[in-house]
């Protein structure tokens, strides 16, 4: 009896010895993550702060002032901004959904060591990414040989496949799908394509969650190639609109031909600094609230092949 009760507070101390670290890691993340958190909050504040008193007192937490012309200014795009947000989820949700489709297959291929093709894929797969050709081999390519200019396929194929995220779903599979699963099935008489779509793709969930946010967010921040093969404004997509919002605002306030009384009248009105500050919020604004949902499967796929304790 006696070794028992001296065994139990031996585990009542290693457990409050646990809280207690548990306790200072929890108060040390907080502290971090609010630190990370400043210049978010900082960005939403200035984004409806005045521009005079941006001008004249800089950047802060509490604002002399507030307004709404920053916001308005970007929202006069009205029905332009629609469209480029239709035309952003559109190539996110379609270009995501494929590139995951094509991936997870392309994945799934790579662990059949059965199949004869399996080492020349694995290298063809590496050499888009250790050689490139460049933009401008893209763009000859991609004009003049598949004719997409000005064409939305444009803005989904050139990122819908990347060798990294090939990698980590083929890793998902080995880990943690299991071999017997898939030979039972077949031994079922399931052919390889039921044993992908019936057994290994609803399995990988984490890993295409994991992989599936990454490729939307980058889907929702590319602005390079609109910019190089879009033409036509009912065609672009929301980050190239929102950049060209900003030139349009840049230009107004360092137009040459404007005589300088009149800019120095309108200094403080046109809502530069509080326009910018509303465009990263709203270019930010669904993937910071997409990111909660995503989260869980975000981190368990990405330690996919972490050693376990």
Request: net charge positive; charged share 15%; aromatic share 12%.
């Amino acid at each position: 009896m006696a070794k028992n009760k001296n065994k139990d507070l031996e585990y009542t101390g290693k457990r409050e010895k646990y809280g207690v670290g548990q306790f200072i890691l929890t108060v040390c993340l907080l502290i971090y993550t609010f630190i990370c958190a400043l210049p978010i909050i900082l960005v939403f504040i200035s984004a409806f702060s005045d521009e005079m008193s941006i001008t004249q007192y800089g950047y802060s937490y509490f604002p002399k002032a507030w307004s709404l012309n920053g916001m308005n200014a970007v929202l006069r795009y009205g029905k332009q901004l629609y469209q480029s947000y239709m035309n952003t989820i559109v190539i996110t949700l379609v270009g995501t959904g494929v590139g995951l489709l094509v991936m997870s297959m392309f994945a799934f291929v790579l662990t059949r060591h059965d199949f004869m093709l399996r080492k020349f894929l694995s290298v063809f797969m590496l050499i888009p990414m250790l050689f490139q050709g460049g933009q401008l081999s893209a763009y000859l390519i991609f004009t003049g040989t598949y004719h997409l200019k000005d064409n939305l396929l444009v803005l989904i194929l050139p990122i819908m496949v990347s060798t990294m995220n090939i990698i980590i779903l083929r890793t998902y599979i080995q880990t943690s799908v299991p071999e017997e699963l898939m030979d039972s099935a077949r031994i079922d008489g399931a052919g390889e394509f039921r044993t992908f779509f019936q057994i290994t793709f609803p399995l990988m969930k984490p890993a295409l969650a994991a992989v599936g946010f990454m490729m939307a967010t980058m889907y929702w921040n590319d602005w390079q190639n609109a910019l190089m093969f879009m033409d036509t404004a009912s065609k672009k997509p929301l980050q190239l609109l929102l950049i060209n919002i900003q030139k349009s605002i840049e230009m107004l306030v360092n137009a040459r031909n404007i005589p300088s009384s009149a800019l120095a009248a309108m200094q403080g009105s046109i809502p530069q600094a509080t326009a910018t500050m509303s465009t990263v919020i709203i270019v930010i604004g669904p993937i910071m609230v997409a990111y909660p949902f995503f989260q869980k499967y975000f981190i368990k796929g990405l330690t996919v092949g972490s050693v376990k304790g």
